[in-house]
């Protein structure tokens, strides 16, 4: 596949090796040579591969030390119902096959919001302190009531919006569904910028009006996955129907700028090169300038495994939160 970003530099590999040792702050350039092994050879070289997981594994002691941990977290995926066309998704289910009047069955599902409640507590029973939920953009799914009277007073055709009443199961809204799903002190993740841009479609709000709200329903951290690669010319071949770059960061910049937690994704290993992998890996990292830093970032390696952005596995440096109950 033909793209304008390729994996050449004109950096040297031992310079770029040399600075990751250092601790220094590294170019895209750098990467490239570390992913690559140099982009004056063919190939990786496996000498070289050694030397770069043995730099990177000796900053990680560094960093981090030895001590492992983990979060007991629960996936709770509110619908698959999504006609976002995304390429790589096996997650999604046209959203036409949950309308009342479909007559043919389908794998998909849609929790109401007292479903996830339900799955939620039972889950903080048996001990989890984590909740991650992120679903398919559903046409009914809105913000709050107030984005539902908005979208049904609109006569608007292009804001994929449909009434709850014609669905067989009514999702709710955003809120009301991490209202739900804040249940015995849970930390609640959710809501990626590409959710986001649902919540507020047809509206002038800005995302921090959107994270505002949905922070008053109990949103703790906000998950950046739907990131896949954030370099327009890969998202225009995997995900098209996708918000850009500019607009994932805004969205994640405004999470941020009203104190939730964020975190960055990265799926790889589908059309991408070494250049745009780095050049996702630097413009994630922007996201941990705001006041509230990113937690972690997560790779996630492209498969013919059931997926979609945002179920990409995810991980936080530190321990979550205490219970509060
Ligand atoms: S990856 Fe996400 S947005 Fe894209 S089709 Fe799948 S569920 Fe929809």
Not at 72 to 96: H, I, M, P, Q, W
Not at 98 to 121: C, L, M, N, W
Not at 200 to 229: C, H, M, N, Q
Request: proline content about 5%.
């Amino acid at each position: 596949m033909e793209f304008s970003h390729r994996p050449v530099t004109d950096q040297s590999f031992e310079n770029a090796l040399a600075k990751a040792r250092d601790g220094v702050r590294l170019s895209v350039a750098d990467g490239v040579e570390l992913l690559t092994t140099g982009t004056d050879t063919e190939g990786i070289d496996p000498r070289r591969k050694e030397r770069v997981l043995e730099a990177a594994d000796r900053r990680r002691a560094e960093v981090v030390g030895d001590e492992v941990t983990f979060v007991a977290n629960l996936n709770n995926n509110v619908t698959t119902a999504c006609n976002t066309g995304c390429l790589f998704c096996n997650f999604k289910d046209r959203s036409e096959q949950f309308r009342s009047d479909y007559q043919e069955s389908h794998g998909g599902f849609t929790k109401t919001p007292a479903e996830s409640r339900d799955i939620v507590a039972d889950a903080v029973d048996r001990g989890i302190y984590e909740v991650c939920s992120v679903s398919g953009l559903h046409p009914a799914l809105t913000l709050d009531d107030e984005h539902r009277e908005l979208l049904e007073r609109s006569d608007r055709g292009d804001l994929n919006y449909r009434s709850p009443g014609e669905y067989d199961v009514d999702p709710g809204t955003y809120c009301a569904q991490i209202r739900a799903m804040d249940v015995g002190g849970v930390h609640v993740h959710s809501m990626t910028p590409e959710e986001a841009y649902h919540a507020r479609r047809g509206t002038d709000w800005s995302y921090e009006e959107v994270f505002r709200r949905l922070k008053a329903a109990g949103l703790d951290s906000v998950p950046g996955t739907a990131a896949e690669i954030l370099v327009d010319e890969v998202r225009e071949v995997i995900c098209p129907g996708k918000i850009g770059t500019a607009e994932w960061l805004e969205a994640m910049e405004a999470a941020a700028s009203v104190g939730l937690g964020t975190t960055a994704t990265i799926m790889y290993g589908h059309v991408e090169n070494e250049m745009h992998r780095v050049m996702h890996l630097k413009t994630s990292a922007t996201c941990r300038t705001g006041p509230a830093p990113s937690r972690s970032s997560s790779p996630s390696p492209s498969s013919t495994r059931r997926r979609r952005c945002t179920s990409a596995a995810w991980s936080r440096a530190a321990p979550p939160p205490p219970r509060t109950s």
